[in-house]
């Protein structure tokens, strides 16, 4: 998502990012959720989990699967994933209903115990990501959507310092911009637009 340009669009008499009018779930999403600043920490690592998972699809295709990926990472509770084997690694790469590559798998795992690691130091995850835009939304002009920035980069490098993966620069912005980190939204956006923080 974060390549493209958005331009308001009237849908359902409402303009919206020129993007979220690609299909129904794509649409839901922007209404609801995308830009909406998140400060649950758990919620932030989730959704960094299936922007990896994203990597070489569209946000479209994990939308769609987003419940079989709840069920098949137990809700996405960090101490359940940070927990499974083999055994459940085989189990998911079995799972149709999810995006069957190892690699991701394991990063998710991996990412799991990050979490877990950080909350059992007493770091939370929440006050780690938004302390790289000083606790408040950055807003882009409305105009130009980049694809990553100079910041998407630091954070990009710090998540993989921690030991997370499939969090490039890309994934990075896309994530930022998926929980409020960044407010996007086009100008003209009635739905979101300078109207989150």
Same mark, same amino acid.
């Given at each position: 998502m974060s390549t493209r340009t958005p331009a308001p669009f009237q849908a359902d008499g409402r303009p919206r990012c020129a993007w979220a009018l690609g299909s129904p779930s794509l649409c839901a999403y922007h209404d609801a959720e995308?830009?909406?600043p998140q400060r649950d920490?758990?919620?932030?690592?989730?959704?960094?989990?299936l922007e990896? #998972?994203?990597?070489g699809l569209s946000w479209d295709v994990v939308l769609r699967k987003r419940e079989a990926f709840r069920r098949a990472f137990a809700g996405f509770d960090p101490r359940r994933v940070a927990a499974?084997?083999?055994a459940q690694v085989q189990g998911l790469l079995g799972d149709a209903g999810i995006?069957?590559?190892?690699?991701?798998?394991?990063?998710?795992?991996?990412?799991a115990r990050v979490w877990c690691a950080?909350?059992?130091?007493?770091?939370? #995850?929440?006050?780690?990501?938004?302390?790289?835009?000083d606790g408040r939304p950055l807003r882009g002009d409305g105009v130009h959507?980049?694809?990553? =920035?100079?910041?998407?980069?630091?954070?990009?490098?710090?998540?993989?310092?921690?030991? #997370?993966?499939?969090?490039?620069? =890309?994934?990075?912005?896309a994530w930022m911009q998926a929980v409020g980190m960044v407010d996007d939204h086009a100008l003209g956006c009635a739905w979101r637009r300078d109207k989150t923080g």
């Open positions: 995308w830009g909406v920490s758990r919620m932030l690592w989730e959704m960094l989990m990896g #998972f994203q990597a499974f084997g083999e995006v069957r590559s190892r690699a991701k798998i394991l990063a998710t795992i991996d990412g950080m909350h059992d130091r007493g770091e939370d #995850f929440a006050d780690w990501c938004w302390r790289f835009v959507v980049p694809a990553s =920035t100079p910041l998407s980069e630091r954070v990009s490098g710090e998540l993989k310092r921690l030991g #997370f993966r499939f969090v490039g620069p =890309t994934i990075a912005y």
